[in-house]
Every structure is written in structure tokens, then in C-alpha cells.
């Protein structure tokens, strides 16, 4: 079972960019569904985008256009490019490898998770 460590969270102005990354101890060319998800103060988690192996991607409606999920098998990382950000988008963001459910993450390998800060 791999272990995931996120990177590239921080404090951040409204409208600025941060690129998050999420490296695997092991190979991720068999792991079909690489995730994000994040959880804000006194909220559930929630997904913030999925990328498939072969790079098809989906993402929650709230990050549409702003947000991009991409994948390097070779590199064993996942990355979440954020621009636009806003204060809502102020969690804890995790990464997931192999969910069985994409839509919560459940049953996949979790991060410790790397804190995201928007002020506004």
C-alpha cells in the first residue's frame, strides 16, 4: 500500500495562485483514480478534483475553471494547481490514491494533509 505526502500548502492573498503536490512512496501507474479533497473549519470533507490514469478529469462545480488536477506516473505525484483563490477555498487539503468511492474518498489511501489559507 503506498503512503502519500502532500506539499505546497501556505497563506495565500485572494486571487493568488499556490500549486499543491502529493508524492507516493510507491508506484501510482496501477492506481486508476488519484484524488483531492479538503476539509474547511466545522465542515465535511468534500471532493476538490479526481484524475483518472489515462488524464480525464473531474471537479467539483465550486473550482471549476480556477482549479486544474494533473498526474506524473513517472514522478509518483499528483498536483492540484489552484488559481483565482478565494477565501472559501481556505481547508485542509488531502490527497487520496484508489478510492472505491471517488465521490468521498472512502476506501482509498489517505494524506496527512496540507493546510491552504485564502485571505481576503
Do not use: H
Amino acid at each position: 500500500q503506498v503512503q502519500l505526502v502532500e506539499s505546497g500548502g501556505g497563506l495565500v492573498q485572494a486571487g493568488g495562485s499556490l500549486r499543491l503536490s502529493c508524492t507516493a512512496s510507491g508506484s501510482i501507474f496501477s492506481i486508476n483514480v488519484m484524488g483531492w479533497y479538503r476539509q474547511a473549519p466545522g465542515k465535511q470533507r468534500e471532493l476538490v478534483a479526481t484524475v483518472l490514469n489515462g488524464g480525464r478529469a473531474k471537479y467539483a462545480d465550486s473550482v471549476k475553471g480556477r482549479f486544474t488536477i494533473s498526474r506524473d506516473n513517472a514522478k509518483k505525484t499528483v498536483y492540484l494547481q489552484m488559481n483565482s483563490l478565494k477565501p472559501e477555498d481556505t481547508a485542509v487539503y488531502y490527497c487520496n490514491a484508489d478510492p472505491t468511492d471517488w465521490g468521498t474518498g472512502i476506501g482509498g489511501v489517505w494524506g496527512q494533509g496540507t493546510q491552504v489559507t485564502v485571505s481576503s
